[in-house]
């Protein structure tokens, strides 16, 4: 599977940051510590109906769910919408990735864009993966905005 | 600038310390409940229904014993075994939880929760968390005696870098779980009720379920006996729903006490300056999507919207609880079942010292003759002894909580003592309700005749007489409540409001509710004479014993001018317990509200 390899991390590791540097800039600083946290242990924090406890659970930190939103989404793609691409080295669909993520900077081919539906599936995915990770719904839903707002559309 | 005031919640006794003893009281009516069932089970008749005072000898006291013995093994086994859950909880903490001593690399995180309570005036606490992890954002206070403890989620070490104010919230909130010195009754409160389950609700089940089994198996081998089976199936029904309702009633308490403990710690915070970190974590939870799950009275935290409103208001816990009065209502009735219990044991016992005492002579016939009366006196506290602390303690500070509130809110006139009808309502619908449901419902009408007249007659005259309580004891605390001024509530104004209230109690309150409970027995004529004794002496007597206080109100405390505590100046306000001083503006009640930190 792609999405377990260095260079998917490496890929999720950089966009998460970029997400992050405009989502929750306060977390910059300790994001690598995060991600590393997210890495060696990807399971949702579920909170626990603990009669003792203070009762509500905020979010302690963004960045992870955001890497688990991208997991989510490079998943999708790869699943979805690019079946034929999962043969493929590692390097070659990073740099695909990395090609739908930023057009433009990336030069990749203009093929490897995603359909309106497919746009809108991604943007549900996403808000629906950030908010099983804790975040509320108005801040995933501007995540998922922020991150379909990244990917090319199918020209 | 004027430096922020917040009502003070402490003013009067915390809701928290009420609940806790009334869990107590339920779990301990359960346990004695646990005997009853016992006396069906084993067949055994009702032994106290024919108990006669003059009855001498041991006959008596062997049909009761084994009764008398379940019973009070299994109070005692349920608070023994939640003693033990209690001591052993902190180590279920760690071990759920996953969490240690801070290593070197958290020790900023100990620094910082010192720094807080040093500031706050606790002592400062050992915090654990789990060894690695970032996620989570989940306190919890623990400990026993002065082990104090807080609990944290990995999630900490974030927080306290990104969300200082979020950190320093959380860490107040559970700061003040220890000033308000809630944490030992919060977790004898989960013990007690873990140990009901493993103690009362499992021998319960499987006492009425086997025993109905054993008859039936006996009715279908014998056809004789099977008329036996069919008549003890409504009987278990009744036992079953009964008692089942005693248990809702006890975790009902339960719940309560542990969102009630939110609310006071979650004032304190704010006190302590956390109200806007609260306000953050509440919010982002109101902003999540999360289906509601459990009942309401069966939750163990409040919304984040209620806490939010509490927070911003803190008045609301100064209106009086409709849910607390009636629970009230409820335990009074449980009380009067389990002490009748218990003095149907003790007639049973004093049989005995009685039969031994007249074939005695000289000092051991004086002896015991003593013991005798001993034990009666002992009984008849108790009996006034409980009723009285579960009024003064749970209805005394409602009322007083909802006169200081009106009188903030310049409420006044005899509408607000005519609203008092409702709490009255509500407070003998919950002891009818619970004479109704204390098992075999020994107190509560068992024929059509009965009903009607404890619906037409008993509960009318029980509301108004619920309400001259009510209303006397608001009288009572109004005058005594406005007129304070000065940091403290006086202790001698405290000690009146309790012998006034106890007194009311014990001469006008309690014989109604006894005497009304024997209308229907077998010596109908004779309880009707007795009712009407009291209702005439009640009559008589309470309108002087009302003004009576007003006159020692009038004597011993407002004698004198009130002089502000600040500028020493004569105050001329008629409520100064809640104004300003006119001369230097001082606040004259600090009792009444605190200044935030």
């Known amino acids: ?155 | 600038m004027k430096q922020r005031r917040r009502l003070n919640l402490f003013a009067f006794s915390p809701e928290t310390n009420a609940l806790f003893s009334m869990l107590i009281l339920a779990s301990i009516m359960l346990a004695l409940f646990l005997g009853y069932v016992f006396r069906f089970v084993s067949g055994i008749s009702d032994p106290f229904a024919s108990i006669d005072i003059t009855a001498r000898g041991l006959e008596l006291t062997s049909a009761v014993l084994p009764i008398i013995c379940l019973s009070g093994i299994a109070a005692l086994g349920t608070l023994c075994l939640a003693f033990l859950f209690y001591i052993r909880h902190p180590s279920q903490v760690r071990r759920w939880r996953k969490i240690q001593r801070l290593t070197e690399k958290d020790q900023k995180i100990q620094e910082h929760a010192n720094k807080l309570a040093l500031q706050a005036g606790v002592d400062p606490p050992a915090i654990e968390m789990p060894l690695q992890g970032l996620k989570g954002s989940d306190a919890q206070a623990f400990g026993v005696g002065r082990m104090q403890t807080i609990a944290l989620d990995g999630g900490f070490r974030i927080l306290r870098k990104t969300k200082p104010e979020v950190f320093n919230a959380l860490l107040h909130h559970e700061l003040a779980h220890f000033a308000n010195a809630d944490i030992g009754r919060s977790y004898f409160s989960e013990a007690l009720w873990k140990s009901i389950r493993w103690l009362l609700v499992f021998p319960f089940l499987l006492a009425i379920a086997g025993n109905l089994i054993t008859r039936f198996i006996v009715g279908v081998l014998n056809r004789d006996l099977f008329e036996f089976f069919r008549n003890s199936i409504p009987i278990a029904f009744t036992v079953f729903v009964q008692w089942g309702f005693v248990l809702y009633i006890s975790g009902v308490i339960w719940a309560r006490l542990l969102r009630t403990r939110e609310f006071y710690a979650d004032w304190r915070a704010a006190r302590w300056g956390s109200q806007n970190g609260l306000n953050q974590i509440l919010q982002e939870e109101t902003e999540k999507e999360r289906p509601k799950t459990r009942f309401n009275l069966w939750k163990f935290h409040p919304d984040a919207k209620e806490r939010i409103d509490a927070l911003e208001h803190p008045e609301i816990f100064f209106n009086p609880s409709p849910t607390i009065i009636f629970l009230a209502g409820l335990l009074l009735s449980f009380m009067f079942a389990g002490l009748s219990f218990s003095f149907a044991a003790f007639l049973a016992f004093a049989g005995t010292i009685l039969s031994i005492r007249d074939s005695s002579t000289g000092l051991l016939y004086w002896a015991l003759t003593g013991i005798w009366w001993s034990g009666f006196a002992l009984l008849i506290l108790l009996v006034f002894g409980l009723t009285g602390w579960l009024i003064n303690g749970v209805l005394l500070p409602q009322i007083q909580k909802q006169a200081i509130l009106e009188l903030m809110n310049k409420q006044r006139g005899w509408m607000q003592y005519a609203k008092m009808g409702i709490t009255s309502l509500i407070l003998v619908a919950g002891i009818e309700l619970g004479f109704f449901m204390t098992p075999f419902s020994q107190f509560a009408p068992n024929d059509l005749l009965g009903i009607l007249i404890e619906f037409s007659i008993i509960i009318p005259i029980l509301t108004c007489l619920a309400w001259w309580y009510l209303t006397y004891i608001r009288f009572v605390a109004l005058r005594l409540s406005a007129t304070q001024i000065g940091r403290n509530f006086s202790v001698w104004r405290s000690r009146f409001i309790m012998t006034a209230s106890s007194l009311w109690i014990f001469l006008f309150l309690v014989p109604g509710i006894i005497l009304s409970r024997f209308l229907d027995g077998s010596v109908r004529e004779l309880f009707i004479y007795l009712n009407l004794g009291w209702l005439a002496f009640t009559l008589l007597l309470s309108p002087l014993a009302f003004g009576a206080s007003w006159a020692a109100i009038k004597l011993f405390f407002d004698s004198q001018p009130k002089k502000c505590p600040h500028c020493g100046k004569i105050t001329q306000h008629s409520a100064p317990a809640i104004e300003l001083c006119e001369h230097c503006e001082g606040v004259l009640g600090e009792w009444l509200s605190v200044p935030e930190k």
């Open chain 1, 1 to 155: 599977m792609w999405i377990n390899t260095p260079e998917s991390k490496q890929l999720v590791t950089e966009v998460s940051k970029e997400l992050v540097a405009e989502i929750a800039p306060e977390e910059l600083e300790l994001a690598d510590k995060l991600l590393d946290d997210y890495y060696a242990n990807p399971a949702v924090h579920e909170a626990k109906d603990n009669p003792l406890g203070f009762g509500s659970e905020l979010l302690a930190a963004s960045t992870p769910v955001i890497a688990m939103a991208l997991q989510t989404l490079f998943n999708f793609i790869l699943n979805e919408v690019w079946v034929s691409a999962q043969k493929e080295s590692a390097v070659l669909i990073a740099q695909k990735m990395k090609g739908l993520f930023n057009p433009a900077k990336e030069k990749s081919e203009p093929a490897l864009g995603l359909t309106r539906e497919q746009l809108e599936k991604a943007k549900q995915l996403v808000k629906k993966e950030a908010m099983r990770g804790g975040m509320k719904p108005k801040k995933a839903e501007a995540l998922a905005l922020k991150i379909v707002g990244r990917i090319a559309l199918m020209p």
